[in-house]
């Protein structure tokens, strides 16, 4: 089985930063892509950007340009760095990892992410 601890999140006002993390542990082998979706209050939850092992990257049209993911595959981690954030990107942020077939083996357990002034 594969475990997802992620951390970061908070308020911040429009135009702040925040930076999310979410590291892996178990069955990491299996681990193809990692990344985040987020889910707002009365909302679908929606792909924010994902990763592969080998850097390839995918990001939503809404964030493109402000957010940036990256992984360290030797720590079985993956960042998002949000930058230029707007109130609408207040959600909860759901980190996940998937296997190369895409079945998702593991979601984090949400960290939220306000954006207000």
């Known amino acids: 089985q594969v475990q997802l601890m992620g951390s970061g999140g908070g308020l911040v006002q429009p135009g702040g930063s925040l930076r999310l993390s979410c590291a892996a542990s178990?069955?990491?082998?299996?681990?193809?892509?990692m990344g985040w979706y987020r889910q707002a209050p009365g909302k679908q939850r929606e792909l924010v950007a994902t990763?592969?092992?080998?850097?390839?990257?995918n990001y939503a049209d809404s964030v493109k340009g402000r957010f940036t993911i990256s992984r360290d595959n030797a720590k079985s981690t993956v960042y998002l760095e949000m930058n230029s954030l707007k109130p609408e990107d207040s959600a909860v942020y759901y980190c996940?990892?998937?296997?190369?077939?895409?079945?998702?083996?593991?979601w984090g357990q949400g960290t939220q992410v306000t954006v207000s002034s």
């Open positions: 178990g069955s990491i082998g299996s681990i193809y892509v």
């Open positions: 990763i592969t092992t080998t850097g390839s990257a």
């Open positions: 996940l990892a998937a296997t190369s077939g895409g079945v998702v083996s593991a």
